[in-house]
């Protein structure tokens, strides 16, 4: 981990941060690419997201909770010094785009403020890797100001190893059970299907 981000040892009992995309990249995002705000930031960890593996990540994660997303700062990794293609590949194996980018904009202006991708871990290498269910949205500002600091977000999350993994876009299975519905239903939420409208107080707060 880098920065000088502290952990919180432990969340209390009932916490959770659940911030909206909007608050994600408006907010929490958009204060650490203008840098001096890290005691607002401090809740999202800067690490270096493929340096490690995605079953090590919530370890590094800022806020230790049972809450099964974690979030990350990261500065942009390209493969090559002189290309713009990003390098998402890890010792064990690689991190692949699925679906299609969504476009995240500010309510009450419309503005697009970032896009978001959908990012599949395969366990290998190309072209025979392996999907697990380890999934992660990449969120890329496309605002800019002077002197901003190069930095994207990370919303990671494991889909349940009793459900098979789907990328965004595929429908669930019909027939399942209630229990399974609402998996479906909290993961369908993570992948942005469900968003729901909050202000900026949402992203922390007690839930029962």
């Known amino acids: ?7 919180f040892r432990s969340a209390p009992v009932g916490y959770g941060f659940h911030p909206t995309d909007e608050e994600l990249v408006n907010h929490f995002l958009k204060l650490k690419m203008i840098g001096g705000h890290d005691h607002v930031v401090s809740t999202i960890a800067e690490v270096n997201v493929c340096a490690y593996e995605p079953w090590e990540l919530p370890g590094l994660s800022a806020i230790q ?3 099964p997303e974690c979030y990350f700062f990261s500065r942009r990794n390209y493969k090559y010094s002189n290309s713009q293609r990003a390098n998402r590949t890890t010792g064990a194996g690689y991190w692949k785009g699925t679906g299609r980018d969504r476009t ?4 009450s ?10 990012l599949v871990f395969y366990t290998g290498r190309v072209p ?3 999907k697990t269910n380890w999934i992660m949205h990449e969120y890329n500002p496309t605002f ?20 098979p993994a789907f990328d965004e876009g595929e429908s669930s299975a019909s027939n399942v059970d209630e229990e399974g519905s609402q998996l479906r239903a909290q993961l369908e939420s993570f ?8 202000n900026l107080n949402s992203a ?3 839930t029962n």
């Open 65 to 67: 909770s049972n809450d």
């Open 109 to 118: 202006t419309g503005e697009q403020i970032a896009t978001k991708k959908t």
């Open 128 to 130: 025979n890797g392996v």
């Open 1 to 7: 981990m880098t920065g000088s981000t502290t952990p």
């Open 104 to 107: 995240i904009t500010a309510k």
């Open 191 to 198: 992948n942005g299907i469900d968003e729901g409208d909050y």
């Open 144 to 163: 800019s100001f002077p002197n901003k600091r190069d930095f994207i977000l990370y919303k990671l999350k494991k889909n349940p190893d009793d459900l």
């Open 204 to 206: 922390l707060r007690f």
